[in-house]
């Protein structure tokens, strides 16, 4: 059995370490607003045990999501943790963990330098855009799918680099179809698997091809069957007026693929807030037309089109930058690096195609909520270390100065990210204590319910 070495356990115990200090205080927020619902849902049908709370689930939610995993999950934390939040907390961090982890496996196979792999994965797991996805317990399925997701994409290259063992393609597909079902973003691995193939490969025989395409198109095939039969037997969807209206035709979905790297490519490197104040300054600069007469921009316009504007001008930025250092690693006869830096890109922009088919008026809005760039996250991660590799290598061919400046800017940004994801769990901090003094107050007060209780709430309270 092969001995996991001495430098892989510090990398491993750094992983954490950052960790810890980014959300050691998640276990002191609170339930935010989904999980009460999954709640009610569990206890309306607990008589029937999981399985019929996955029939319920399936039935109503059949026509649009098919997620029997991410409905399991939750089922079990609340039999193991009833509503003590932290039992929820830690379970999310464990995961967040688990994927860190991944991802530094998942790098390591490709850069062959255990600095990168380990600056990427550390940059990862203190992401301070998309650390909604671990610190919203609810969004479980946003976490699950990209464990899943790394899980199978690592076992994919290890079933290539073994010429075609069938043991790693088999485990390839298991983590493949529980990443289906636990959230319809995997299906941007039916895009990734074969553009990583094209960069990194490069092997297009006929027995390669078969070897690499059939497994996971008989994957799809059987998806779609058991998806078919679901959406068949699930109740029917009532939509309201405005869902109606806002439904859209294949030429939007053309509009928005095209669209999708100009949005995600700034989003997944600079948080929304610096976005929308550059937006902000725009319009006051340029468009006074759109400030209120009490000095407020027009959310519309700013969240809007000149937001659009800004991440369109950033990409352009961003596109000849990476060209130019993409360029560098190749002169400089770093191909494998070179080829990570566009597996990289791959992986930015088509970890959120799904993205393009949100139903309803919030697939015509232009911010894209953090949590769905958690997957992103694994692609700006890798393209970011390598970027500092890149621009450091410019001025000096010494390797142990190249590694030393890494380190320090690597450190610069985790230092910041730590510090951002902290400030916003100190927020939600502050609100989960008035929520949890809301309910404990009641408790106290009223020991015993009658049955049935009603409560009356304002909404704006």
Known sequence: ???????????????????FFAFNKLPQTFFQQDEWWTFGNILSTESGGVLQFLKQNILHAGKVHAIPVSAVIPYVEYRLFGVDFEGYAIFSLAIHLCS???VYCFCLLFLKKRLLAVIASVLFATNSISYQAVSWVAAINTQIVVLFSIASLILFVKYIHSDFKRIYVFGSLFFFILALFSNESAFALFIIFPMLWLIVYQR???????????????????????????????????????????????????????LLPLRIFPQAFIPQAILLNISEKIIR?????????????????????VFDMVCFILFVIFSVLALFLYNHLKRS?????????????????????????IPGSAGYVS?????????????????????????????????????????????????QNINKVNEGLEG??????????????????????????VFYLQSDS
């Not at 779609?224 to 869902?243: D, E, K, M």
């Not at 008035?434 to 209780?453: D, G, I, M, Y």
Request: a positive charge; one cysteine or more.
């Open 1 to 19: 059995m092969r001995r996991i070495s001495f430098s892989h356990i510090l990398s491993l115990l750094l992983i954490g370490i950052v960790i």
């Open 100 to 102: 860190s982890v991944l």
């Open 204 to 258: 297009s025989d006929k027995k390669v091809v078969y070897r690499l395409v059939f497994p996971f198109l008989l994957l799809g095939f059987i998806y779609l069957l058991i998806r078919i039969s679901i959406w068949i037997l699930a109740y029917p969807i009532v939509l309201g007026q405005t869902q109606l209206l806002t439904q859209p035709n294949m030429f939007v979905f053309f509009y928005r693929l095209v």
């Open 285 to 305: 600069l340029g468009y006074p037309q759109f400030v209120a007469s009490d000095n407020a921009v027009n959310p519309y316009i700013q969240e809007g089109i």
């Open 333 to 357: 006869k770093e191909f494998v690096l070179s080829q990570s830096f566009l597996l990289a890109i791959t992986l930015i922009i088509f970890s959120g195609v799904m993205l393009i088919f």
């Open 367 to 415: 911010i894209i909520e953090p949590k769905h760039l958690y997957l992103v996250n694994l692609g700006s991660s890798l393209l970011l270390a390598l970027g500092i590799y890149g621009i450091f290598s410019l001025f000096t061919k010494k390797q142990f100065i190249i590694a030393g400046f890494s380190i320090l800017s690597c450190a610069a940004i985790v230092f």
């Open 428 to 453: 939600l901090a502050r609100i989960s204590n008035l929520r949890k003094s809301f309910l404990q107050t009641v408790k106290k007060e009223h020991p015993k319910f009658l049955n049935p209780a």
